[in-house]
Every structure is written in C-alpha cells, then in structure tokens.
C-alpha cells in the first residue's frame, strides 16, 4: 500500500495499485525452471506394459489373420506365406481391397522388432488398417 501526501492537505489519501512488476519477474522465472525440467522428468522411463482389458469388438464375416509363428514364420489364415510373397497373397485373400482389416496375431516370444518389422510390411502392401489381437484379461492382474 502507497501513501501519497499532498501539500496543501494534511489529509492521508490512500492509492489502490499494486506493482505487477515483481510478479511478472518471478512468474517468467519459474517458467525458466519448468520449461528446463519437465523434459528430464521424461527421460529412460522404463514401461511394463499392462495387459488390454477393452471390450472385444465384433468381428467382421470373414476377418483376415496374419499370424506371426515363434520361429517367425507368416501365417494368412492357415496357409503358410513367405515374406516376400506377403502382399501378394494378402491382394489374393482380400479381393485387392486395401481397406479391408487385417488381425495380426503374433506368438508371445516374438520380439517387438520383428512384430513391427511385418507392420511396415503391411503398410508397404498398402495395408494401413491392422488390429492387434490379444488374448482378454481378466482384468484382475
């Protein structure tokens, strides 16, 4: 609170501002520190990924399964396919309609690579809409 003494008055009159300055100076200055820390904070997080417990969404007619065996061998439907013969056998199974879903399933011992490495397979056939089927959780682990 200022006071403000005026000369020809004896009168004590009261002024309502408040100096902003100093707030503004520490404000900008814990944006400083937050803007430097927040991205350390994320930083080798390491994950657990937890098993889905979503609703099973209905399956279409006749869905598509790519599976991906332990030994890394391809599976459409029940036939066994080369990865290089992939995108042909996907255009033989799906009529050409690169719209239609493909569910891929892969064994659990598989690693994350190589499960991604037959996603870009997919993409490459033209394939972008792929489900990853799981087993339900019960929902209690």
């Known amino acids: 609170m200022s006071i403000r003494m005026a000369r020809e008055e004896d009168d004590l009159v ?50 598509i399964f790519l599976t991906v065996k332990s030994d890394l061998s391809l599976t459409i439907g029940d036939d066994v396919v080369a990865r290089s013969a992939l995108a042909p056998a996907l255009d033989a199974v799906s009529a050409g309609n690169h719209d239609e879903r493909i569910f891929l399933r892969a064994d659990k011992v598989v690693t994350y690579g190589d499960v991604m490495a037959v996603m870009n397979s997919l993409r490459d056939a033209g394939y972008l809409k792929v489900a990853l089927v799981n087993l339900q959780s019960d929902g209690l682990h």
């Not at 900008?28 to 098993?51: E, G, K, R, S, Y």
């Open 14 to 63: 009261e002024t309502h501002e408040i100096n902003v300055t100093p707030f503004i100076d520490v404000m900008l200055v814990l944006l400083i520190i937050f803007m430097v820390a927040a991205p350390l904070a994320t930083v080798d997080v390491l994950v657990n990924l937890p098993t889905s417990t979503a609703e099973a969404q209905p399956r279409p007619k006749k869905p």
